[in-house]
């Protein structure tokens, strides 16, 4: 016998007495391991924390994190916002809306530090003609100057009847058809009464009516950035908030005529959302794991008591895993929270190969003491081989720079000894204790044809199927440059929800859209300068800082802002004090508009729309003939309440006096200049970052210009470059530790290759086939890389390893020994086990489960087929060689 058959052959014969004395103290043995494996799921239930936060996945040590981190001291406020969309009947409703929704956010400080309302900035709004450019404030003039007659009619009586009574007036006024077109007011007045007579909702926006423009989207919504009070230590930090939030949102919609609509987005919402999704009828889907794996095991061991003792190992392997994690750690994060998927899918992989070996030395007549000595010595040795390659493949993550899997490879790592412990203590110990009946040793049976041309088919067409192998491995690695990593957190979520459905929506359409890249400057000149510089580049669309916020050309704007407010009369857009209409007094004014509308229609085709016009006063007429007071007083709710805060506001505007930098508001200057005098400079794209071509191109293009840029574009684009890094650099370690771990264990060069070629050609199979589906690899999935790199060198040692060391030492070909049996029952638990997972609702899921799916498969293929061609082959040649 060699040295190295003797070094083999020892510490087998260890683990057979290892298990032997196990057996003796299996009462004992069994009740201090369940003690165990209780305390620590104790320990976890009460001490475990999840931590969300998705940045401190990734090293703070990262240039990148560190600008952001930064970002994030100098500018507090604008971390961790939940960003409240508000949009009612009219952009005058949404500002409303916003401004009550924002006061009692404020009034609850136990959940909100921060509360703004940015486009409901009392400053800019009484300022705001002084951002319009020249041309537009002098346009802007000229028409209130054209109203000025019909202003003054309508504020001194805000009522049905001073409206219709302006409208009189006006129609009056146009002699010819000429001079005024009424038709976007009369469209208007008209569908408001249509609504009111119908009993429908309906509010009439003046600020509409004003403008020259057509309103844009986002001049129909308002935004609120609310900064919750988030424990990290909840696996929702922030549901308290957005709690209060819906509620409140709820309250406000109560109005039907405001129209008022509250959707919440965000990253935090985002990931609130997304934990539901996944974690979505989680109980039932758990249930449904744990009953498929018992189902399967029970069709491959044949025995509810191996069964048991299986799942009881399963079970408190778990629980001491996540034990370790909360001693070790001390909390989870949303990528580390996987290594239960991890370990079921390994441990149970211990499990199967030894009572499978178990049970066949009991139907091979053995006692139960001999067929587990047996099983322990025949499998023992390879399931500690898999369990240092496995290990030192998931500890080759534990160095990188992405936090989130570094913590999941000691996790799993860790708990690959867990279990390797278990299945050599606990799992005899429990299988002593209800012992499976021995029985006389069986004759071989005698299979069928079709049994043995399956099995004996990679052993016959070794050739064949080693040429094909070959040939797939080299077409698959000519597409496998062509794999990328989707870096884009909203492919990972469900674009359903209302969180990822609205930010997906402000991507498109906001003039501010929420992707947007933050400069720090020194100094305000800095930040002038760095404005300059980054506006230029034709991937940006245009940078804001805090001077942005002082208007140009003052001093010729507030001329023509002197000049309007002379010719209207600031009295003009004061409300006059008049009695209020009665029903009587509504109706005789409908009346005589309907009047003057059908006189106007007769004698003029310009000007206002003619058949507008018919319409309108076909609908007075309807109206007439109805004298209910709660009519009317709807109807001038629908057609006047947004009057009056856009007459004040107005007023205001034109009341406004020049400023200067130095008086802005605190409140505004410090979301652009910190304390210690750091000035920020925003910069917007030109183009949708949704496409991640743009955004690419625009984060490379900004960062040129200023490589301190931060922001969730850099956030994102430099975390999947850091990650797929990491997984790159640990994959590659993983592979090649593991070579020389099972270099040095198997002392065979040739039976190391048999164990990791077939491996290397099912990675680059499933590289290809995700391809070739248009599945990119990303946060989620990735994750399922260690699991099939475990799996797949697990599957191969105990393939060579029952060739080499099978019963009746060694069997040729190992598709005809119970190995292959627990194989194929290791695949389908974990296959059919977490392939549910691509039926879920949430898209990263979904993805984890395709490739843990088609992993698993070309895993399945290369153990079973090329594997055992690779045996027949050797042997062939070492026969050729001792023939020659």
């Known amino acids: ?93 949404a500002r409303a809306g916003a401004l009550a929704l924002a006061e009692r956010l404020r009034a609850r400080d136990d959940l909100f530090r921060n509360v703004y309302v940015p486009r409901a900035d009392k400053f800019l709004e009484d300022r705001g003609l002084l951002y319009l450019d020249t041309d537009e404030l002098e346009d802007l003039s000229q028409r209130l100057a054209e109203v000025q007659p019909f202003l003054g009619r309508l504020t001194g009586d805000e009522s049905l009847r001073g409206l219709f009574d302006l409208l009189e007036q006006a129609i009056e006024a146009d002699k010819d058809g000429t001079d005024v077109d009424l038709t976007r007011v009369v469209e208007r007045v008209t569908e408001g009464i249509d609504a009111a007579l119908a009993a429908e909702p309906y509010r009439l926006s003046w600020q509409a009516l004003m403008q020259d423009e057509p309103l844009t989207r986002d001049d129909e919504r308002q935004f609120i950035l609310a900064q919750p009070v988030l424990d990290y230590g909840k696996l929702l930090p922030a549901t308290s908030a957005l709690d209060f939030v819906r509620t409140t949102a709820d309250d406000l919609a109560k109005d039907a005529d405001a ?67 909360t001693i070790a750690i001390g909390h989870l994060n949303l990528v580390s929270v996987a290594f239960g998927i991890l370990y079921i899918g390994l441990g149970i992989d211990y499990a199967i190969h030894l009572t499978l070996r178990y049970r066949e030395g009991i139907r091979n007549g053995r006692d139960h003491g001999d067929a587990l000595r047996r099983a322990a010595q025949d499998v023992g040795g390879s399931l500690v081989l898999c369990t240092l390659s496995t290990a030192l493949g998931f500890y080759a993550f534990v160095p990188t720079a992405y936090s989130g899997v570094s913590e999941l490879g000691l996790i799993s790592g860790t708990g690959m000894f867990i279990s390797l412990f278990l299945n050599l203590t606990l799992l005899p110990a429990l299988l002593t204790l209800m012992p499976l009946r021995s029985v006389k040793a069986r004759e071989t049976r005698e299979h069928g044809p079709l049994y043995e041309s399956v099995t004996t088919f990679p052993v016959r067409r070794h050739r064949p199927i080693l040429v094909a192998s070959v040939i797939l491995g080299l077409a698959g690695s000519m597409i496998i440059p062509r794999i990328r990593f989707d870096w884009n957190p909203l492919n990972l979520r469900d674009r359903s929800t209302e969180s990822v459905a609205t930010f997906d929506e402000l991507l498109r359409t ?176 030109k183009k949708d970052l949704s496409d991640p071509d743009a955004l690419e191109a625009f984060v490379d293009a900004t960062r040129a210009v200023a490589p301190n840029a931060s922001g969730s574009p850099v956030v994102m684009l430099e975390s999947g470059r850091a990650v797929a890094g990491a997984f790159r650099q640990a994959l590659l370690v993983a ?150």
């Open 510 to 685: 906001s003039e501010t859209p929420p992707w947007n890249l933050d400069i720090l400057a020194a100094d305000a000149g800095t930040a002038r300068a760095t404005a300059e510089r980054v506006k230029a580049l034709p991937e940006v669309d245009k940078a804001i800082h805090v001077e942005s916020f002082v208007p140009d050309d003052q001093d010729e704007k507030l001329i023509v802002i002197e000049d309007t407010a002379l010719i209207l009369g600031l009295d003009v857009l004061s409300p006059g004090a008049t009695d209020a209409p009665n029903v009587a007094d509504n109706v005789a004014a409908a009346r005589s508009l309907r009047e003057a509308l059908a006189a106007y229609g007769q004698r003029t085709t310009g000007g206002t729309d003619r058949e507008a016009a018919a319409k309108l006063a076909s609908t007075l007429q309807r109206l007439e003939a109805r004298t209910e007071p709660a009519l009317f007083d709807k109807l001038s709710v629908s057609l006047l309440a947004t009057l009056p805060a856009n007459m004040q506001r107005l007023r205001t505007s034109l009341e406004t006096e020049g400023f200067a930098r130095s008086d802005l508001p605190a409140h505004l200057v410090d979301r652009w200049v910190a304390t210690d005098g750091t000035h920020r400079v925003q910069v917007y794209a």
């Open 1 to 93: 016998m060699s040295e190295d058959d003797q070094h083999d052959h020892g510490w087998r014969r260890f683990l057979a007495r290892w298990v032997d004395g196990v057996a003796k103290r299996a009462l004992w043995v069994a009740v201090a391991l369940l003690l165990v494996s209780y305390a620590a799921l104790h320990v976890t239930i009460t001490k475990i924390k999840v931590n969300t936060n998705r940045e401190k996945m990734l090293s703070a040590d990262l240039p990148f994190r560190k600008a952001e981190n930064r970002r994030h001291e100098l500018f507090p406020k604008d971390v961790d916002n939940l960003a409240l969309v508000i949009e009612g009947a009219t952009p005058e409703d």
């Open 259 to 325: 129209g008022i609509r509250v959707r919440i987005t965000g990253g935090l919402a985002m990931a609130t959302q997304e934990l539901q999704t996944v974690s979505r009828g989680a109980e039932w889907f758990g249930l449904g794991v744990f009953l498929a794996i018992g189902v399967i095991l029970y069709a491959g061991l044949r025995s509810g008591r191996l069964v048991a003792a299986s799942l009881i190992t399963l079970v408190a392997g778990l629980a001491c895993t996540a034990g370790f994690a």
């Open 735 to 884: 592979v090649i530790a593991t070579g020389l771990v099972l270099l040095l264990m198997l002392r065979n060069l040739v039976d190391v290759l048999f164990v990791i070629v077939p491996l290397l050609l099912a990675a680059v199979l499933t590289a290809a086939s995700m391809i070739l589906l248009k599945v990119p690899f990303n946060f989620a999935n990735v994750i399922a890389l260690p699991l099939l790199l475990g799996i797949g060198v697990d599957d191969g040692i105990h393939m060579v390893d029952r060739a080499r060391h099978g019963l009746g030492g060694g069997d040729v070909n190992p598709l005809q020994t119970s190995t292959a049996r627990g194989v194929i029952f290791t695949t389908l638990t974990t296959s059919v086990s977490f392939g549910q997972l691509a039926l879920s609702p949430h898209p990263g899921t979904a993805s984890l489960g395709l490739l843990l799916s088609s992993g698993m498969g070309f895993l399945l293929l290369s153990t079973l087929v090329v594997i055992p061609a690779l045996l027949a082959w050797s042997a062939k040649r070492s026969q050729e060689t001792s023939a020659a």
